[in-house]
């Protein structure tokens, strides 16, 4: 049997403030055409469908269309959605009765049965193989406490033991796999919130492939089958522009699985000023006034900038805006970067200090070390003590 495996589509996502939506219909065209083009038996997509619990309507609507008209373009196509952390898994769920259940599985909270998690209810039959349909796991979907790498592999281990053993088991997770890279912006928060990344061991060697989604690069993960992490259609932050994003096709025959990556057409550039490093302002404003624009039917690309400062600098923006008159780029992000320290040095991430260990004014004059290389003045200090006072 023959599936495509993506995942990470964060439909309504926004990036700085400008929607993809533009570009989530571009993928959405490219992938019918694909389903159209390779016939495949199976689409999976593994979690963050939405990027958001509460998505607006017209991210819905994109969806449903997606949905329908893949299934009625593809009269023997099934396809199988698990819901991620970004997602409501009962939002995502909302349309079930609506799709062909023999041809459409949408689960998005694990199933319970009596009051516990009931794993073996995650199995969906496909053309030729059994899916074990894993969603994001929150505390309380097992029942009580935190989800740990020990309850995860008991819900693996269930979900394989009541599968068919006579069909090829695929099993699709989203979750955070020990040894995934990850990029440094749009997965931090779930990072930093005190989730621990899981060993590769929670699934069985029986699966002939897990269909992952979470991390937004497209990888393979050591383990006792093959792993993958689909990744995300486009960049949904700067650190990921140089990722090759794909969606995968799996055949599944008798030998070990077979992965072919598709690369995804990139629908709109994404750019940074300097490529890597900063730049002293007046560098920058040298470098963005050189800058060629690419060619980008679908909106004009984005564009993030890194300065290198020695201290606040008003009116920097305007300064950059200035260099920038008359490009055809949108700016998404000006990356500050104190004088005298080196890139990827700054921040509680990778030093050992665990954020509930700040306090606000701790984690306050941290940045401001960040962005100026100096500690707070007296007077700044005072007006934080006095915003803070007013919200706690
Ligand atoms: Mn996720």
Redesign the pocket.
């Known amino acids: 049997m023959r599936l495509i495996h993506t995942a990470?589509w964060h439909l309504g996502h926004e990036l700085h403030g400008f929607d993809r939506e533009a570009e989530h219909d571009a993928f959405l065209t490219w992938l019918r055409a694909l389903l159209r083009a390779r016939t495949v038996d199976a689409l999976i997509v593994a979690?963050?469908i939405y990027d958001s619990v509460n998505p607006p309507v017209p991210v819905q609507r994109r969806l449903f269309a997606f949905l329908a008209g893949a299934l009625a373009e593809n009269p023997s196509l099934s396809i199988v959605l698990i819901g991620?952390?970004?997602d409501s898994g009962t939002r995502l769920e909302l349309p079930q009765p609506l799709l062909d259940s023999g041809r459409c599985a949408i689960i998005g909270t694990m199933p319970r049965s009596g009051g516990a998690a009931a794993p073996e209810a995650t199995l969906v039959p496909l053309p030729g193989a059994v899916c074990a349909a894993i969603p994001?796991l929150r505390p309380g979907d097992i029942g009580g406490g935190g989800v740990d790498g020990g309850d995860i592999a008991a819900m693996y281990a269930r979900a394989a033991e009541a599968a068919d053993p006579s069909l090829p088991l695929i099993m699709m997770g989203?979750l955070h796999l020990a040894g995934g890279e990850v990029s440094e912006l749009s997965?931090r928060r779930?990072v930093m919130g005190g989730e621990e990344a899981v060993a590769a061991t929670v699934f069985p060697a029986r699966a002939r492939y897990v269909a992952l989604?979470?991390l937004h690069r497209p990888q393979q993960i050591s383990g006792p089958t093959l792993i993958r992490y689909a990744g995300a259609p486009f960049p949904l932050s700067a650190t990921e522009r140089l990722y090759h994003h794909s969606v995968a096709l799996v055949e599944i025959g008798n030998g070990p699985a077979q992965v072919e990556l598709i690369e995804i057409p990139r629908p709109v550039p994404l750019l940074r000023a300097p490529p890597s490093g900063a730049l002293e302002l007046e560098d920058l404003e040298a470098a963005l006034l050189a800058l060629e624009i690419p060619h980008s039917p679908l909106g004009a690309p984005y564009l993030e900038i890194a300065v290198r400062l020695s201290g606040p600098q008003p009116g920097l923006r305007g300064r950059i805006e200035t260099a920038l008159a008359g490009k055809a780029v949108r700016l998404v992000r000006i990356e500050r970067v104190a004088e005298g320290l080196a890139e990827g040095m700054v921040g509680v991430a990778g030093s050992g200090i665990a954020l509930g260990d700040l306090t606000p004014p701790d984690v306050f004059a941290r940045r401001h070390r960040e962005l100026y290389g100096t500690e707070p003045a007296e007077d700044l200090l005072t007006a934080f003590h006095t915003l803070w006072g007013a919200v706690i």
């Open positions: 990470d979690g963050d991620g952390n970004h994001f989203h997965e779930i989604g979470h």
